[in-house]
């Protein structure tokens, strides 16, 4: 992985071996870029670890949630943050402090940009439908990112334009990053799960990660864990039982212009987790203008994404 930065309005890039592939980094500023991405080079992979990829928005909250309890051999929520394990955010060496191994570390990254060490593991990618996904960041902006960053407010029409057009976007574009991880689909490292069957079908979908994962969890935890992780439910439980840790926070804070308590944020993860909300929001003429976006990227034709 190579990595440059820019000064002004600070902008750093992962990028693949040969160079042809950039992607944006969720950091602050050169010092916080600097300190994830040595640890992320200087990592050495933990055998029984296992890694979540997914876009932004994509069910990541969700699914880690599952993996961790499949790990752990319990349906109960996970008290500490999930961000203490997403190598995006968090420096890889203070993770042990809050998530020893065995752990299921998280990231937004596409799996080339990443240092080698990263690829070819135990990976669980989770897929969304973009329209949904489109509508989540718009919420993940304006009540995350515009709360805690000085950045100017979006309406949701500017929010689908950048999703849909902007290449120079945080952690790179959702089709280059589902075009380029849908192409790993038969590594048999690799499990893909759809956001939309994990919610109409989640214990034969929890099932697929429990023997992808090879921790033999028996059928009674596998409904135990898909009964916890229905969308109410765990917003509730989580939002009840989740802990501070200070190294957490005290990172946490130089993303944000104001001081930050990450299991205060974790609550605003959980809003809908619905398949279809987007017809809640976008006009029927941005709909039209998604639809003929979608018509013309070819994995359209190739991924049949549940909408509704």
């Not at 190579?2 to 042809?20: I, M, P």
């Not at 949630?65 to 890889?92: H, N, Q, V, W």
């Not at 956001?195 to 059928?219: C, H, Y």
Request: aromatic content about 12%.
């Amino acid at each position: 992985m190579a990595a440059k930065s820019e000064v002004a309005e600070f902008k750093a890039y992962l990028t693949n071996d040969d160079g042809t592939v950039k992607v944006r980094a969720l950091n602050a500023n050169k010092e916080q870029f600097d300190e994830i991405h040595k640890n992320m080079e200087e990592y050495k992979w933990v055998e029984g670890d296992f890694l979540l990829a997914s876009y932004q928005k994509n069910g990541t909250h969700f699914m880690w949630e599952i993996m961790t309890m499949l790990l752990r051999g319990s349906a109960e929520y996970i008290r500490s943050p999930k961000e203490a394990c997403m190598i995006d955010l968090f420096p890889l060496k203070k993770t042990d402090a809050v998530f020893p191994s065995p752990r299921v570390l998280n990231t937004h990254y596409r799996l080339d940009v990443l240092p080698k060490e990263f690829r070819g593991r135990k990976t669980v990618l989770v897929i969304r439908n973009p329209k949904d996904t489109s509508v989540s960041m718009y919420f993940h902006r304006k009540n995350i990112w515009e709360k805690v960053r000085k950045i100017e407010p979006q309406t949701f029409s500017q929010t689908l334009s950048t999703f849909l057009h902007d290449k120079d976007t945080y952690l790179g574009s959702y089709f280059d990053y589902t075009e380029y991880m849908w192409s790993l689909r038969d590594d048999p490292n690799m499990l893909v799960i759809f956001f939309e069957d994990l919610i109409l079908d989640p214990v034969a979908n929890i099932q697929k990660v429990n023997e992808f994962m090879g921790t033999q969890r028996s059928p009674e935890l596998v409904e135990e864990i898909a009964s916890a992780t229905t969308f109410s439910k765990m917003k509730e439980g989580k939002t009840s039982k989740l802990v501070d840790h200070s190294k957490l926070n005290e990172h946490m804070n130089s993303f944000s212009d104001k001081p930050t308590n990450m299991a205060k944020i974790s609550e605003q993860m959980y809003r809908k987790g619905k398949i279809g909300d987007w017809k809640n929001h976008l006009t029927v003429a941005e709909n039209e203008m998604f639809d003929e976006f979608l018509a013309k990227w070819p994995l359209s034709k190739e991924i049949k994404f549940t909408f509704v």
